[in-house]
């Protein structure tokens, strides 16, 4: 593997990235916020793919695994909290929470 | 001082740079037009599918760019590795599948693309030679998360009016979006210094050796070098697990009656099978309950 090839799955990596980001800043729904997250998790994990392919050893793996680990802690978490958090007000706006701004 | 300038940026790098600044500032400006045209809002479904249509545009430009550098490169040194062909396709399924998450007004439209990018995200972990993390990353999203998405969506939409509108059914905060303009400005100029910063910079590090690469070595680093952060991801599952109960539960009140009921000893049940009369036949033989 070489520099070429590292270039374009960190150019995917990228772009997976920004695509999560202005979906958590733009959605409204909680849920569908939270998927962007994940959205953005897979970016950071192709990328560490693939500097663990072009270095030729296993560290990116490993850490791709913690990067799972984490995804699926914060999922079920995440949507714990969203199940809540719908209770109390009966709708997933994020907007509906506004004013838990500092 | 210009661009173009060989002291800018240390050492006149940008003469050798793939995507000219120029060609990644136009490609992030129009993208981020198609996208902020194509975010869920309550324009005219054509004006949509045109902010697509732009996206789409400005993502074929960039992949034709890459393409032609990685098609000279290879041309230029046979014998050095190459891209992969699926690499493409997966990566434009990827791309668009993000693109239709973030900007599909249904959840659970948005949760079937997240599953599709899911599976042309593990295509490129196998082009990349983790198998083992492709197999993993379909079985944990798609298999386990996007279970859990699937079933808080159900439990936690609760569909509106109906209709035959494309819109028709959602609510408000589905079908507007919030900040559409400053969050695709940010997240675009972002990606337009992430490419720009990516494909400047021929010639970095050398990849070192080259060891074992597959699931067995992956196994043997992960328990032996690794055992530490295996252990801290069971931790961390086990604490998620707690907390997610302990978050989702709900109170449910118990009236005194049921709890008395629940405290006192259950009735005697007459389970003694000589005291049950059997009845519906005239054989006296069958009426004895046979012994043992």
Same mark, same amino acid.
Request: proline fraction near 6%.
């Given at each position: 593997?070489?520099? %070429?090839? %590292?270039?374009?799955?960190?150019?995917?990596?990228?772009?997976?990235?920004?695509?999560?980001?202005?979906?958590?800043?733009?959605?409204?729904?909680?849920?569908?916020?939270?998927?962007?997250?994940?959205?953005?998790?897979?970016?950071?994990?192709?990328?560490?793919?693939?500097?663990?392919?072009?270095?030729?050893? %296993?560290?990116?793996?490993?850490?791709?695994?913690?990067?799972?680990?984490?995804?699926?802690?914060?999922?079920?978490?995440?949507?714990?909290?969203?199940?809540?958090?719908?209770?109390?007000?009966?709708?997933?706006?994020?907007?509906?929470?506004?004013? %838990?701004?500092? | 001082?210009?661009?173009?300038?060989?002291?800018?940026?240390?050492?006149?790098?940008?003469?050798?740079?793939?995507?000219?600044?120029?060609?990644?500032?136009?490609?992030?400006?129009?993208?981020?037009?198609?996208?902020?045209?194509?975010?869920?809002?309550?324009?005219?479904?054509?004006?949509?599918?045109?902010?697509?249509?732009?996206?789409?545009?400005?993502?074929?430009?960039?992949?034709?760019?890459?393409?032609?550098?990685?098609?000279?490169?290879?041309?230029?040194?046979?014998?050095?590795?190459?891209?992969?062909?699926?690499?493409?396709?997966?990566?434009?399924?990827?791309?668009?599948?993000?693109?239709?998450?973030?900007?599909?007004?249904?959840?659970?439209?948005?949760?079937?693309?997240?599953?599709?990018?899911?599976?042309?995200?593990?295509?490129?972990?196998?082009?990349?030679?983790?198998?083992?993390?492709?197999?993993?990353?379909?079985?944990?999203?798609?298999?386990?998360?996007?279970?859990?998405?699937?079933?808080?969506?159900?439990?936690?939409?609760?569909?509106?009016?109906?209709?035959?509108?494309?819109?028709?059914?959602?609510?408000?905060?589905?079908?507007?979006?919030?900040?559409?303009?400053?969050?695709?400005?940010?997240?675009?100029?972002?990606?337009?210094?992430?490419?720009?910063?990516?494909?400047?910079?021929?010639?970095?590090?050398?990849?070192?050796?080259?060891?074992?690469?597959?699931?067995?070595?992956?196994?043997?680093?992960?328990?032996?070098?690794?055992?530490?952060?295996?252990?801290?991801?069971?931790?961390?599952?086990?604490?998620?697990?707690?907390?997610?109960?302990?978050?989702?539960?709900?109170?449910?009140?118990?009236?005194?009656?049921?709890?008395?009921?629940?405290?006192?000893?259950?009735?005697?049940?007459?389970?003694?099978?000589?005291?049950?009369?059997?009845?519906?036949?005239?054989?006296?033989?069958?009426?004895?309950?046979?012994?043992?």
């Amino acid at each position: 593997m070489n520099e %070429l090839v %590292l270039q374009h799955y960190l150019a995917v990596g990228g772009i997976l990235f920004v695509i999560g980001l202005i979906g958590f800043m733009t959605r409204r729904n909680l849920i569908v916020m939270f998927l962007c997250t994940e959205l953005m998790f897979q970016g950071c994990a192709l990328n560490l793919i693939a500097f663990g392919a072009y270095h030729g050893n %296993l560290g990116g793996q490993v850490f791709t695994i913690m990067v799972l680990v984490i995804a699926a802690a914060e999922a079920s978490l995440a949507l714990g909290l969203v199940v809540l958090l719908f209770r109390h007000k009966n709708t997933l706006d994020a907007n509906a929470w506004r004013e %838990l701004k500092g | 001082m210009p661009l173009s300038d060989p002291g800018f940026f240390g050492g006149g790098l940008l003469a050798q740079a793939v995507l000219h600044p120029v060609l990644v500032l136009v490609l992030c400006i129009v993208a981020g037009i198609g996208t902020f045209l194509l975010l869920p809002s309550r324009r005219e479904p054509a004006t949509r599918k045109i902010g697509g249509a732009i996206a789409l545009l400005a993502l074929l430009v960039l992949g034709a760019v890459l393409f032609r550098w990685a098609a000279g490169s290879a041309a230029s040194a046979p014998d050095a590795p190459k891209l992969n062909p699926y690499f493409w396709i997966f990566a434009a399924v990827t791309v668009i599948g993000a693109l239709r998450v973030v900007t599909h007004p249904r959840p659970v439209y948005s949760a079937l693309y997240f599953v599709l990018t899911i599976f042309s995200t593990a295509g490129l972990f196998v082009l990349l030679a983790a198998e083992f993390m492709a197999a993993a990353l379909v079985l944990i999203y798609a298999g386990a998360i996007l279970v859990t998405y699937v079933f808080v969506i159900m439990l936690a939409q609760q569909s509106q009016n109906s209709g035959d509108q494309p819109l028709a059914g959602l609510a408000e905060y589905d079908v507007v979006s919030r900040e559409p303009i400053t969050a695709c400005a940010v997240g675009f100029a972002l990606m337009g210094v992430l490419l720009f910063v990516i494909f400047d910079r021929p010639g970095g590090l050398p990849p070192s050796a080259t060891g074992p690469f597959d699931t067995r070595a992956l196994g043997e680093t992960l328990f032996s070098r690794d055992l530490l952060s295996v252990e801290v991801a069971g931790v961390i599952l086990t604490l998620a697990m707690v907390g997610a109960i302990a978050i989702a539960r709900r109170r449910v009140p118990v009236s005194q009656a049921d709890r008395l009921r629940e405290t006192q000893p259950p009735p005697q049940v007459a389970d003694n099978p000589h005291t049950i009369p059997i009845y519906g036949t005239d054989n006296p033989r069958q009426k004895a309950y046979p012994e043992a």
